[in-house]
T-cell receptor, first 116, second 113 residues
Framework: EAGVAQSPRYKIIEKRQSVAFWCNPI?????LYWYQQILGQGPKLLIQ????????DSQLPKDRFSAERLKGVDSTLKIQPAKLEDSAVYLC??????????????FGPGTRLTVT | AQSVSQHNHHVILSEAASLELGCNYS??????LFWYVQYPGQHLQLLLK??????LVKGIKGFEAEFIKSKFSFNLRKPSVQWSDTAEYFC???????????FGKGTKLSVKP
């Protein structure tokens, strides 16, 4: 079974520039998550999709971050414009929804963003 | 609001030493508890989980964790660590069956051969 794919793996941009990250979840997984992991901290959920609908985006800085999952499969996360404090690893995870509500999240390798 | 506290930022052990990583959470209701591990250069992956029942749960690679409800704790243990256990370990909590994962800051474990 192929895992969660993310690209690019690394990205360096200057502040005020735009950047986009791509995620392809495990085949058949209905739920997709984007996390932000700042150095020295644990992952923090930014947004959760169920198929192509948003379930939770309460911690997404909507003035600069946006995400979409148009066909319920791949997803993109965009930052526009980037700030220095956006430097972090952006993790994508996916899960299937099983009976009883338990779902194990499978994580991708992440995209390391450096904003200079 | 839910929160997770991991007591140790960096733990250094010699091979065969015993390991215990502390994790405390703040949440008043039913919780699901997890330990995730990230080996160098690899993805974050689930080590073990607790939902209900026996508070002592066993995971992969000889790890176990004990849920102590009265102490709001879910400490990770391994009787004898190996060099290959060198990794970063994250405790996570999910409030109820539909909540999202809240991660701790992680503990980096370095095992000296």
């Amino acid at each position: 079974e192929a895992g969660v794919a993310q690209s690019p793996r690394y990205k360096i941009i200057e502040k005020r520039q735009s950047v986009a990250f791509w995620c392809n979840p495990i085949s058949g997984h209905a739920t997709l998550y984007w996390y932000q992991q700042i150095l020295g901290q644990g992952p923090k959920l930014l947004i959760q999709f169920q198929n192509n609908g948003v379930v939770d985006d309460s911690q997404l800085p909507k003035d600069r971050f946006s995400a979409e999952r148009l066909k319920g499969v791949d997803s993109t996360l965009k930052i526009q414009p980037a700030k220095l404090e956006d430097s972090a690893v952006y993790l994508c995870a996916s899960s299937s929804t099983l009976a009883g509500g338990f779902y194990e999240q499978y994580f991708g390798p992440g995209t390391r963003l450096t904003v200079t | 609001a839910q929160s997770v506290s991991q007591h140790n930022h960096h733990v250094i052990l010699s091979e065969a030493a015993s390991l215990e990583l502390g994790c405390n959470y703040s949440y008043g209701g039913t919780v699901n508890l997890f330990w995730y591990v990230q080996y160098p250069g690899q993805h974050l992956q689930l080590l073990l989980k607790y939902f209900s029942g026996d508070p002592l749960v066993k995971g992969i690679k000889g790890f176990e964790a004990e849920f102590i409800k009265s102490k709001f704790s879910f400490n990770l243990r391994k009787p004898s660590v190996q060099w290959s256990d060198t990794a970063e370990y994250f405790c996570a909590v999910r409030g109820g069956s539909q909540g999202n994962l809240i991660f701790g800051k992680g503990t980096k474990l370095s095992v000296k051969p």
